[in-house]
């Protein structure tokens, strides 16, 4: 006697409507309003400004696979008294500090105050929540009324394009320093997950980009043509 298996496949007649519900909620999950700051982040939240080219990371970052910024507090501490001309001597060595929109004891302050809301992200929700961003996408949500968005001067969405997962550690030996580096254990390099979702879901339209399979290839070159 013989027994043969016979598998029947059929399509779901209901199976559109599930797949709209799972969108639906899906969308309900992720918060898309401008409360969520990978969308548009708040202009007095913590943060540090690197005000770096693209062509300089090499320089100031190292590669993007070991990227480390080493900020020795002593280096930092002399903008202070530069800003009073105490170190303003001819033949004066060039900082090797990136440049940043704060400086001096606001910057150490500003560093130490990352440092422990990362911490306590992580401790509380096991979220990683430090990143260094790169690039930008601005835009206006369309006005109801009459006018025209121009009208407002202020973006209602500033979102991060590129997210590097980094920690920021302090040293006290040989000297007192803060070192900012890569720390992809939890999320890689990638493109902000949060606007992907948006653009795809709220706008209908795709980011055209590509991101390395390999970190090790990963290079500033490969950013800028991305950002792009």
Same mark, same amino acid.
């Given at each position: 006697?013989?027994?043969?298996?016979?598998?029947?496949?059929?399509?779901?007649?209901?199976?559109?409507?599930?797949?709209?519900?799972?969108?639906?909620?899906?969308?309900?999950?992720?918060?898309?309003?401008?409360?969520?700051?990978?969308?548009?982040?708040?202009?007095?939240?913590?943060?540090?400004?690197?005000?770096?080219?693209?062509?300089?990371?090499?320089?100031?970052?190292?590669?993007?696979?070991?990227?480390?910024?080493?900020?020795?507090?002593?280096?930092?501490?002399?903008?202070?008294?530069?800003?009073?001309?105490?170190?303003?001597?001819?033949?004066?060595?060039?900082?090797?500090?990136?440049?940043?929109?704060?400086?001096?004891?606001?910057?150490?302050?500003?560093?130490? !105050?990352?440092?422990?809301?990362? !911490?306590?992200?992580?401790?509380?929700?096991?979220?990683?929540?430090?990143?260094?961003?790169?690039?930008?996408?601005?835009?206006?949500?369309?006005?109801?009324?009459?006018?025209?968005?121009?009208?407002?001067?202020?973006?209602?969405?500033?979102?991060?394009?590129?997210?590097?997962?980094?920690?920021?550690?302090?040293?006290?030996?040989?000297?007192?320093?803060?070192?900012?580096?890569?720390?992809?254990?939890?999320?890689?390099?990638?493109?902000?997950?949060?606007?992907?979702?948006?653009?795809?879901?709220?706008?209908?339209?795709?980011?055209?980009?590509?991101?390395?399979?390999?970190?090790?290839?990963?290079?500033?070159?490969?950013?800028?043509?991305?950002?792009?």
């Amino acid at each position: 006697m013989s027994v043969t298996e016979k598998t029947t496949i059929q399509r779901d007649p209901d199976l559109e409507k599930k797949l709209k519900n799972l969108r639906y909620y899906q969308n309900e999950a992720i918060d898309f309003s401008k409360r969520n700051r990978l969308l548009k982040y708040p202009n007095r939240a913590t943060s540090i400004e690197f005000n770096v080219l693209l062509s300089e990371c090499q320089k100031f970052f190292g590669s993007l696979a070991e990227l480390k910024i080493e900020l020795p507090h002593k280096e930092i501490l002399k903008q202070d008294d530069d800003q009073e001309g105490l170190f303003k001597t001819e033949g004066e060595l060039e900082s090797t500090l990136p440049p940043t929109n704060i400086t001096g004891k606001k910057l150490i302050t500003q560093l130490d !105050k990352l440092q422990l809301q990362a !911490k306590n992200n992580f401790d509380s929700h096991g979220l990683h929540t430090l990143f260094i961003t790169l690039g930008e996408i601005k835009w206006k949500e369309e006005l109801a009324g009459r006018g025209s968005s121009e009208a407002v001067s202020e973006w209602d969405y500033s979102a991060p394009l590129l997210l590097i997962p980094v920690e920021i550690i302090n040293h006290k030996y040989p000297q007192k320093r803060s070192v900012i580096q890569l720390n992809d254990k939890l999320y890689d390099i990638q493109i902000n997950p949060v606007l992907n979702l948006f653009i795809k879901q709220q706008l209908e339209l795709k980011i055209p980009a590509k991101l390395p399979e390999s970190l090790a290839e990963f290079s500033w070159e490969e950013v800028q043509s991305i950002l792009k």
